[in-house]
């Protein structure tokens, strides 16, 4: 059974580029948020989408967006990249369920580096 | 706003040197607490969820409790391969629906042979 996947798994882009990450949620998984996690510091919540809508945000600018698609995959784009958007990409899927506490299951990530 | 603060930052173990790592937490109501393993350069591995004060959950040399303001990770007799960081998150309740989890910056634990 396969998890959460992601790509790529490096990249290096310039100041100002536009960058787009994808994600595969785990297999049954319908729900799936994006975290951003600088060097020494905890995962920092993006947003979340469900239904192909976004659900919940965190405190991010609007130069962070998402998509997701009918096969729950995701896109996570950054626009206008700046050095501080450098740090590890996170996706998480969770199981498909009315309820609100379900365990997010984490991917490898995709390490940004802006120069 | 919701915070999460872990300690130690970092600890230095003997193999076989039992120890804890302490997640203090501030939440508008707890939807649930998770404990997770990170390895350097990887994405976090589940390890537990607690749901409630007094709960405890246990996998091979790990233990973890909940109270109403903290949760500790019990390590019992680590090994080398126990190195990694211990991120602690909370899903809180605020509002209506909350789903994104709130991560502390996690305590490296490294294990010596």
């Known amino acids: 059974d396969a998890g959460v996947t992601q790509s790529p798994t490096h990249l290096i882009k310039t100041r100002g580029q536009q960058v787009t990450l994808r994600c595969s949620p785990k297999?049954?998984?319908?729900?799936v948020s994006w975290y951003q996690q600088a060097l020494g510091q905890g995962p920092q919540f993006i947003f979340q989408?469900?239904?192909?809508?976004?659900?919940q945000r965190g405190n991010f600018p609007d130069r962070f967006s998402g998509h997701q698609f009918p096969n729950y995959s995701s896109e996570l784009n950054v626009n206008a990249l700046l050095l501080g958007d450098s740090a590890l990409y996170l996706c998480?899927?969770?199981?498909?369920?009315?309820?609100?506490?379900?365990?997010?299951?984490f991917g490898p990530g995709t390490r940004l580096l802006v120069l | 706003e919701d915070q999460v603060t872990q300690s130690p930052e970092a600890l230095r173990l003997q193999e076989g040197e039992s120890s804890s790592l302490n997640c203090s937490y501030t939440?508008?109501?707890?939807?649930?607490l998770f404990w997770y393993r990170q390895d350097p350069g990887k994405g976090p591995e589940f390890l537990f969820t607690?749901?409630?004060a007094g709960e405890e959950k246990e996998k091979e040399r790990l233990k973890a409790t909940l109270t109403k303001k903290e949760s500790f990770l019990h390590i019992t007799a680590p090994k080398p391969e126990d190195s990694a960081t211990y991120l602690c998150?909370?899903?809180?309740?605020?509002?209506?629906?909350?789903?994104?989890?709130?991560f502390g910056k996690g305590t490296l634990l490294t294990v010596n042979p």
């Open positions: 998480a899927s969770r199981d498909r369920d009315n309820g609100l506490v379900r365990t997010q299951y």
């Open positions: 297999s049954g998984h319908d729900t």
């Open positions: 989408y469900y239904e192909e809508e976004e659900r």
């Open positions: 939440v508008s109501g707890l939807r649930g």
């Open positions: 607690l749901y409630s």
């Open positions: 998150a909370v899903q809180a309740r605020s509002g209506g629906s909350n789903y994104k989890l709130t």
